[in-house]
């Protein structure tokens, strides 16, 4: 079963300062995708950023990155130039590939931004 | 990305009733949608996944005869809580899958029940 770990519940960043989130994911399977979504206060799910296991590159999204180890099994997001507005719960997800399959999320991290 | 849409927002209804929770798509064919579970600060739980036309999937320990879903359409979904209790309180949020979306699920914004 596939399995995916965010060790850190909570983390503080100083507004513009960059901070990085960390994901490890656990699967057997080589067609796979990972992503971050970020759910707010209002809790709508909003996705971050995305990454295709068999993509070497790895995805940007404005100040947003990942940081996909595919051998270590880690995928971390990091947030450039942090601003208010990005303090949220962040969830690292899982699919693999294949049509509709479904997601299977981390606990999620809570990101507080210090003005 | 897909506009999701979710109906009520926020319901309150006594123990014992059964209340209907919509997650409509607005502008895309899903022909997967997923039924999750979230409780305060944690994660999201799948509770079912549901393909238009035919029966939902459960996730294990999940009550298929308490949580009804039907996925009449390419465009609606709905999640029924019937005989509901006080432990049936949560935020359910529902998602969306299908022809176009080849990676990404895409979220409504969640319903609010309230079992008194």
């Known amino acids: 079963a596939q399995t995916v770990t965010q060790s850190q519940p909570e983390m503080s960043v100083q507004e513009a300062e960059t901070v990085t989130l960390s994901c490890t994911y656990d699967t057997s399977e080589s067609d796979y995708y990972l992503f971050w979504y970020k759910q707010p206060p209002s809790r709508q799910m909003i996705l971050v950023i995305r990454q295709e296991a068999y993509k070497q590159q790895n995805a940007t999204e404005n100040r947003f990155s990942v940081n996909f180890q595919k051998a270590a099994k880690s995928f971390s997001l990091k947030i450039s130039d942090s601003q208010l507005g990005d303090a949220a719960m962040y969830f690292c997800?899982?699919?693999?590939?294949?049509?509709?399959?479904?997601?299977?999320f981390g606990k999620g991290i809570t990101l507080s931004v210090r003005p | 990305g897909a506009v999701v849409s979710q109906h009520p927002s926020r319901v309150i209804c006594k123990s014992g009733t059964s209340v209907k929770i919509e997650c409509r798509s607005l502008?895309?064919?899903?022909?997967?949608m997923f039924w999750y579970r979230q409780f305060p600060k944690q994660s999201l739980m799948l509770m079912a996944t549901s393909n238009e036309g035919s029966k939902a999937t459960y996730e294990q320990g999940v009550e298929k005869d308490k949580f009804l879903i039907n996925h009449a359409s390419l465009t609606l979904s709905t999640l029924t809580v019937t005989s509901a209790h006080p432990e049936d309180s949560s935020f359910y949020i529902c998602?969306?899958?299908?022809?176009?979306?080849?990676?990404?699920?895409?979220f409504g914004p969640g319903t609010r029940l309230t079992v008194t």
């Open positions: 997800a899982y699919r693999r590939g294949g049509a509709n399959s479904k997601l299977t």
């Open positions: 998602s969306v899958s299908g022809r176009g979306l080849t990676y990404e699920q895409y």
């Open positions: 502008d895309f064919q899903a022909t997967t």
